[in-house]
């Protein structure tokens, strides 16, 4: 029966974990009872906001269809109101 991390190196994987999550070194100090050299790597105050990320793509926004064709219908009406109000896209080249 061997154990992946050594009693000392869990403490420390722990302590690791529990600054990321947002403890100071002298809270874990006090509450795993470690003492500072164990620690010294560590800035005192070791805040991040890891846990609260986000996706970076985002679910495609779908239009019922007698929804969409009330949006190009409102869309052309824009369109040919005159310039000023819609301008289509027009490549510069």
Do not use: C
């Not at 190196?9 to 795993?32: C, D, H, P, Y």
């Not at 805040?47 to 969409?68: A, D, I, N, R």
């Not at 369109?79 to 819609?86: P, Q, S």
């Amino acid at each position: 029966d061997t154990e992946f991390l050594s009693k000392r190196q869990n403490k420390e994987f722990m302590i690791v974990g529990r600054l990321r999550s947002g403890i100071t070194r002298e809270q874990a100090q006090a509450k795993f009872n470690v003492i500072a050299r164990d620690l010294q790597r560590l800035h005192p105050e070791a805040w991040t906001e890891e846990g609260h990320t986000h996706p970076l793509s985002l679910v495609p926004y779908s239009v019922v269809p007698f929804e969409l064709r009330g949006l190009v219908a409102a869309f052309a009406g824009l369109l040919t109101a005159g310039v000023g109000v819609v301008l289509p896209n027009r490549n510069p080249a």
